[in-house]
């Protein structure tokens, strides 16, 4: 049966915890339950979804629409575009035959690459690879998710750039319709002999900061935090965010908090122990001062007030509040109290992003 192979690569990396990751996921089975009403879909569409973070992962292998199931999507550290579009050409390898003589090989895949951050990983020897043997027999689309996509590296993959604006009011509803009605006309294109034919995306999500922030290693727009649950030793990410001049400063405390670059809190995310399989293991090198966080997160497993507990090891864990506890990670015995940063903190080590 020729096919027609689209693949959903998404980052999963620790910048995209919470709503962004929760919104994807339900715009998968969205996606999937708006396709299967169309006949060409039906016929011709075969989804696979794979997920980055530090390292990549075939979450469905490449699928017939109608056996097509929407995966959880984990999360985890890095964003390792680099590895994404290894795994991703190895898939085409391996999933998409190409024609032969006397048989026509599968139509030209569609790969939608969703990215919201810069690459943490050296991606240049992937590009290369992509450009010498796979950017004219594959249509690869670049979402720039909230704009934070490299747009520097995303340009020498394609001319398909879009700037995805997801604080718009019912942004991801209406981009989980765009690539619903680009796969369905898509469909319809290609079995008439044309080529990829992509919906267009409402100005009023389609948008955002240009890409290529000058990060280097670490995704700098947030300080991302790895820390285990002191009763359960499951792990969570919490995440706080900068707020790149997004608020008014007329209020002297943001005028303060800008110029001191402090990131206040955005999420405390429950994650499973896959989340270390999808990061590279590599350390950040890079540290946060505990007075530049601004909000305590609650553990998201047993809900202690205290979710940014520092271990004498280096790691975080939630406590109940003063006193001993001990640390999930390391099992040695710690005595923690409440900094009010008068004594000018502590460092923390940070996530990649």
Known sequence: MRKFPIFLVIDVSESMAGDALIELENGMRQITADLMTDPYALETAWLSVIAFAGRARTLTPLTELPEFVPPHLPIGGGTGLGGALVHLMDEIDRNVSVNTAGQKGDWKPLVFLMTDGVPTDDAEPAVRRWKQSYADRVSLVAVSIGGGGDHAVLSQLTDDIIPFDDTAEGAFKKFIMWITNSVKSSTRSVTAGGGISLAKMGDDVSGGASGGLPFEAVDDRYAVFVGRCAKSRAPYVVKYERHLNQIGSQDPRLAELFQRRDYLLKAAVPVQEDY????????????????????????????????MALCGCGSIHCVQGDGPAICPWCGKTGNYGVSDGSDGGFEIERGRG
């Open 276 to 307: 270390f399989e999808l990061s590279d293991g590599s350390r950040s090198e890079a540290s946060v001062s505990s007075v530049q966080l601004i909000g305590q997160p609650d553990c998201p497993h047993c809900h202690a007030p205290f979710g």
